[in-house]
């Protein structure tokens, strides 16, 4: 088979390395688009940059692109700009919903699987076969409370605004980005008693002094402002990255004491899950492959994730 090379260097291109791997491909490098702090080599393969590469380092034959949804249009430019790469090399561009498709069809769940080998069906929590499993109770919990807040009209949430947008259309949104300096742990940096809402979820266990976090939530709230969160439970892989890591885990009733440390009484806190869902969510199988009917099961004993509405 030929040698190809993939586009991208996150959990896309890993999941195409796999499923190719396991086809019988060779893979040549990876490819990323723009120069940046990568290494040289990334899981026992050299990382090669559009930007730079010239045709000593055309070693493939076929170019699979497996990056995420919002980067796909920059890489197709970049690639079409590339004067290496022509009409010799085919280029094949994989979406989100088909690589992940692929990674289910090439490594299928097999139950007896879990109790005879040590390694998950995946390190990463079921995002790489299809929507992780604490996906869902968040989801729930925040449509849930949402119906109780429809007064909202200014909302913030962490990273993105994918939730606020899908719950609270009707209000302006903004994003906190820690990238931009605005930090948690400082409330300087942050705006003070601006939202009503302030959508906080699985990020409190990243953040080492968590109290000071709280604090910081509580800072941004308008009086009665409400704050959506979610943290970790105890039924979850640990997350390791040296610029994002995994400090804490929770019980609801940790969870609930931390908050009313700083929110007083106004806290409702529940943990969601059961042992089907947490042997589920630990072995990184996606909300797709189990029978979803039986995560409103709720047994808080073995809690995938813990959701709070903490209001000022």
Not at 265 to 289: D, P
Request: charged letters at 30%; aromatic letters at 12%; one cysteine or more.
């Amino acid at each position: 088979m030929p040698e190809i090379a993939i586009v991208g260097v996150e959990e896309p291109a890993r999941i195409i390395r796999a499923a190719y791997e396991k086809r019988g491909y060779k893979i040549a490098c990876f490819i990323t688009d723009e120069l940046q702090d990568m290494p040289d080599t990334l899981d026992g393969l050299s990382v090669k940059c559009l930007e730079t590469m010239d045709e000593n380092d055309l070693n493939f034959s076929e170019l699979i692109v497996a990056v995420y949804p919002e980067e796909m249009e920059e890489i197709r430019e970049a690639i079409e700009n590339c004067p290496y790469i022509d009409e010799k090399i085919k280029v094949t561009y994989i979406p989100e919903e088909e690589y992940k498709r692929l990674m289910v069809e090439t490594f299928p769940v097999k139950p007896g699987r879990f109790l005879s080998t040590a390694e998950p069906v995946s390190r990463w929590f079921g995002l790489d076969r299809g929507t992780a499993i604490d996906r869902y109770y968040i989801e729930k919990f925040l449509y849930e409370e949402s119906k109780k807040l429809t007064g909202a009209k200014l909302v913030l949430e962490v990273e993105n605004d994918k939730y606020s947008k899908a719950y609270f259309p009707q209000a302006e949104h903004d994003i906190l980005d820690y990238l931009e300096g605005m930090d948690l742990t400082k409330p300087e940096t942050l705006p003070r008693e601006k939202y009503d809402v302030f959508i906080c979820t699985q990020t409190f266990h990243h953040i080492f002094d968590v109290k000071q976090a709280v604090n910081g939530a509580w800072s941004l709230l308008k009086p009665g402002g409400v704050m959506l969160s979610s943290v970790c439970g105890c039924a979850t892989k640990i997350y390791r990255d040296p610029e994002y890591d995994h400090y804490w885990g929770f019980t609801d009733t940790g969870y609930e004491m931390l908050l009313k440390e700083q929110f007083g009484e106004g806290v409702r806190v529940k943990g969601y899950g059961n042992v089907m869902a947490a042997t589920a969510f630990i072995q990184g199988v996606s909300l797709e492959e189990i029978d979803a009917s039986l995560l409103d099961k709720n047994d808080s004993d073995f809690a995938v994730c813990i959701c709070a509405a903490a209001q000022k």
